[in-house]
């Protein structure tokens, strides 16, 4: 089982590439929900990483796929221009969440 990357721009996938993780970089919202589809049927793929700009084309489709499907493993990762959360999103999460501010 192994690791996979779905990526928007060439600089996340060398990075990957280099931590010995093969990945495709596409642009189109079409294109990507095929290599998604294609992905997600390969027995041999255990973690679908999938950069943020992407996920933002399509949300309910990986969404739909992450409550339905227990494999693969999708996981959203912030591309080279950081993500686009907060500072605080996570304390503001926890907090709203179970109501204790830490």
């Given amino acids: 089982m ?13 990075g990957m ?7 495709v970089v596409v642009h189109e919202a079409e294109e990507f929900k095929k290599v998604l589809n294609e992905t997600i ?10 950069t943020e700009a992407l996920l933002s084309l ?6 739909d796929l992450k409550l339905n499907r227990k494999r693969p493993l999708i996981v959203e990762i912030p591309d ?7 500072k605080d999103s ?6 709203e969440a179970i109501g ?3």
Avoid: W
């Fill in 17 to 23: 590439r280099l931590a010995g993780i093969e990945g």
């Fill in 58 to 63: 399509c949300p309910g489709m990986i969404y």
């Fill in 41 to 50: 049927e390969r027995d041999d793929i255990a973690v679908v990483l999938i």
């Fill in 90 to 95: 996570i304390t503001r999460y926890v907090r």
């Fill in 80 to 86: 080279r221009h950081g993500n686009g959360r907060t």
């Fill in 2 to 14: 192994r690791f996979y990357l779905i990526s928007d721009n060439v600089d996340t996938q060398v």
């Fill in 100 to 102: 204790v501010k830490i």
